[in-house]
């Protein structure tokens, strides 16, 4: 892209993107959205709501949208939390939720470089995951680490007084292999961005990484790989020890779980017997080589319809060919599909099958019937509901020492499509299924929020959280923002977003900006799609 480095107005951004966005997307596909308020610059506020600074539990998981296309008996968002993920439900009742909360750019390291930043993908050069199924450690891949030298939020809550501890998934920078790195490089892990990391490795999202099956065997390493289980036992455990401690000190604890991202490698990563025995029955060889994850293996069957918005390849070539959608979503279905298992378009298709694939010449991409386009469904909704179980490990263990002094807000780096429009996974394109993610603030206290009962439906993007998390850290109090011109010049005009907590009238956004710049090898883009 030629989109400039570095750019902090947001409205220079937009102009900036849109321009280069304009010429290369119908801007009827690209679908940026837009809503009539004003983006309001958040206030100077010098006045610090009355008692203790807040400790913030900032909970992550990977690859969750918002909810949206139910199964049988189910109509909203409040009715599928209930049902399949009671835990962030409790979240959901007693706290502030938000109905049009974007990612500002996709997939895993660019989103979760926004969140950590505040920044667009384009100022930090987050622009690609730093991770492949055969680089499983990231140090070989052309996405450089995130720079130390940009603000974080946990740098900015230790300027106001903050221990911020990590846990979890991360997936920013190289992490030191424990086998090998000297204790003082362990313990400073993180400490350049802010953070104290006590996840070494940090996960970063193999098949089957959240449910603790890694058995992928390209995988050759001897390091523990943390699992969801783990992630949630190791919180708890510094919260007890905290509190035991009496250390009053405020803190903000970053918590990253890994799932529902297992979906991500739905079918050939989650039924990998299926997948390599259809390879074998053909006399032929997968791309990849899964490892089995039992678990994963049969979810069950929920009451999902296909999705109203699906299409069918031949619809989707046509769409292409007309010039209404950017080549890039045929070649997303068909590498996708090509990689991890495709799905016939076809009713009367019984098992499985394989066919030629036009994205490697003399290749095949392993096809099932057509009940897996539900079947996905079915296995995204497992999947949330597993990393709901240990997101209520954590909340359901908060000592009563903390309890009433503790915000907890719970997001997600971006979506799936899980069918929709005919895809699977997720970036390379703007469908809400990839960028609408959740976003729960809960207070504990009660002093940050308000109108509890009404969702927020104003836009907002995640390079909006960091100003909030900063401004909890002090009290409430923006001035930060306006004591240092640098901060001023980066965050000044983000959405308030800690002013909507508290009043469910409060403005957000007029837009939201969305990039997404995975990169797929140039002999898989027959298409040529930019």
């Not at 599928?80 to 049009?100: A, E």
């Not at 390493?221 to 905290?242: F, G, K, M, P, Y």
């Amino acid at each position: 892209s030629n989109v400039p480095v570095g750019v902090a107005n947001p409205s220079s951004l937009r102009e900036s993107l849109l321009h280069r966005i304009g010429a290369a997307f119908p801007s009827n596909h690209f679908s940026i959205t837009y809503k009539s308020e004003i983006i309001m610059a958040i206030p100077n506020n010098s006045a610090a709501v009355a008692g203790a600074k807040p400790n913030i539990l900032f909970i992550q998981v990977d690859e969750m949208r918002f909810p949206m296309g139910f199964p049988e008996g189910i109509s909203d968002a409040a009715e599928f939390l209930r049902k399949f993920m009671p835990n962030i439900y409790s979240l959901w009742q007693d706290g502030v939720k938000f109905s049009r909360f974007y990612t500002a750019a996709s997939d895993c390291t660019p989103a979760r470089a926004t969140l950590v930043t505040g920044l667009y993908a384009y100022q930090t050069y987050s622009m690609v995951t730093r991770a492949s199924l055969k680089d499983a450690t990231a140090v070989k891949q052309h996405q450089p680490e995130l720079s130390a030298d940009f603000p974080t939020y946990g740098k900015l809550l230790r300027e106001a007084g903050y221990d911020t501890p990590l846990i979890g998934k991360w997936h920013l920078s190289n992490c030191p292999d424990p086998n090998t790195a000297s204790r003082e490089k362990l313990d400073t892990y993180l400490q350049n961005y802010g953070f104290e990391g006590l996840t070494v490795p940090d996960p970063l999202g193999l098949p089957g990484h959240g449910v603790g099956e890694i058995l992928y065997t390209a995988q050759d390493t001897q390091v523990h790989e943390w699992d969801d289980s783990e992630i949630a036992e190791q919180t708890v455990n510094w919260l007890r020890l905290r509190a035991e401690s009496g250390n009053d000190k405020p803190f903000c604890l970053s918590v990253g779980f890994i799932n529902p991202h297992d979906k991500q490698f739905f079918w050939g990563g989650t039924e990998a017997a299926a997948f390599l025995q259809t390879y074998a029955d053909n006399q032929q060889t997968p791309n990849l080589d899964y490892g089995i994850t039992p678990s994963m293996g049969n979810p069950p069957k929920l009451g999902y319809a296909l999705p109203a918005n699906w299409q069918s390849q031949a619809d989707l070539t046509a769409k292409v060919e007309a010039g209404q959608t950017p080549k890039l979503h045929l070649l997303l279905r068909d590498v996708f599909s090509y990689l991890t298992g495709g799905v016939t378009d076809s009713p009367d298709q019984q098992g499985f099958t394989t066919v030629p694939t036009p994205v490697a010449k003399g290749a095949y991409t392993a096809v099932a019937h057509f009940d897996y386009w539900t079947r996905s469904l079915d296995l995204y909704t497992q999947l949330m509901t597993d990393v709901d179980c240990h997101i209520g490990t954590v909340i359901n263990n908060i000592p009563g020492a903390l309890r009433d002094n503790l915000v907890v807000v719970f997001t997600s780096d971006h979506g799936d499509y899980a069918s929709s429009h005919g895809l699977q996974g997720k970036g390379g394109t703007v469908f809400e299924e990839c960028y609408n993610i959740p976003l729960i603030v809960r207070d504990g206290s009660g002093r940050f929020t308000g109108d509890i009962g009404k969702t927020r439906e104003q836009l907002f993007s995640s390079v909006d959280l960091l100003p909030m998390l900063v401004s909890l850290g002090h009290q409430g109090r923006t001035d930060w923002l306006h004591t240092n011109p640098d901060w001023h010049k980066l965050y000044g005009r983000r959405a308030d977003l800690l002013a909507c907590l508290r009043n469910a009238a409060a403005p957000g956004r007029e837009y939201v900006v969305f990039t997404t710049d995975e990169y797929f090898p140039v002999n898989l883009n027959y298409l040529h799609a930019n």
